[in-house]
């Protein structure tokens, strides 16, 4: 019998990579898909590639789109700097709808593929303030996704799994490790260089530097500094 189909979404950082092993283990044929969606860097889509491809991906897929032409985030808009220090409330590297238009486009894939499963990895314990990644948004989006679709209408129905959405940063990267996830070739900083590095100081590298220091792990992170 054939493996199951999954579409993975990779953003080339430590949650997602860490999803992609999991899915992996579970015995899913992994199709996996990045957005060139006019973010800070690219190293990131460099990471996701090499992560896909080290992993077993069946196949690696990058989305081009241009969030940035609507702006609203540090992360697509230079204009706004990446907080260095923690902040109240929703921050501005939030970009408005992002896991929206790109759990929509992996949906349309998951349909081309005939795949029952689409894995994300959001977090909703050790994350930003981010509203698209609470578990209510991710069942909210399943709803919709078996109302909206030939799969779903036809009986085949579609599933969205978030298996870190209830973890800790430190169990995040505990359960990696366990894996052979390699994070030193992973790129979560907000503001990497052209080279990956990190910078260190933005949350995405606080949430990361602590998970590593929380489960007692060296951090791999390779840093500006």
């Not at 992360?75 to 921050?91: R, S």
């Not at 992002?98 to 992996?106: E, K, P």
């Not at 679709?149 to 009986?155: P, S």
């Not at 799994?161 to 800790?168: G, K």
């Amino acid at each position: 019998m054939a493996n199951p189909k999954a579409v993975v979404l990779v953003s080339g950082g430590l949650d997602s990579t860490t999803v992609l092993a999991m899915a992996q283990k579970e015995g899913y044929d992994c199709y996996t898909l990045s957005f060139d969606y006019g973010q800070r860097h690219r190293t990131e889509l460099k990471a996701a590639e090499h992560t896909a491809k080290t992993l077993g991906a069946i196949a690696h897929k990058v989305v081009k789109l241009d969030l940035g032409t609507i702006g609203g985030s540090a992360l697509t808009d230079t204009n706004i700097d990446v907080p260095e220090e923690e902040t109240e409330g929703i921050p501005v590297t939030y970009v408005p709808a992002r896991n929206t238009v790109f759990l929509s486009i992996a949906l349309g894939w998951a349909e081309v593929l005939d795949a029952q499963t689409i894995f994300v990895g959001v977090n909703a314990v050790d994350y930003s303030g981010y509203p698209d990644c609470r578990p209510a948004y991710i069942e909210a989006f399943e709803v919709m996704a078996n109302l909206a679709t030939k799969a779903g209408v036809e009986g085949r129905g579609l599933s969205i799994e978030a298996p870190l959405i209830d973890l800790t940063k430190a169990e995040i990267v505990t359960r990696g490790v366990a894996l052979g996830v390699d994070y030193s070739q992973t790129v979560s900083c907000y503001q990497a260089d052209d080279l990956g590095r990190a910078c260190g100081k933005c949350d995405s590298c606080r949430l990361r530097r602590q998970g590593f220091d929380e489960a007692g792990l060296k951090d791999p992170t390779r840093y500006r500094d």
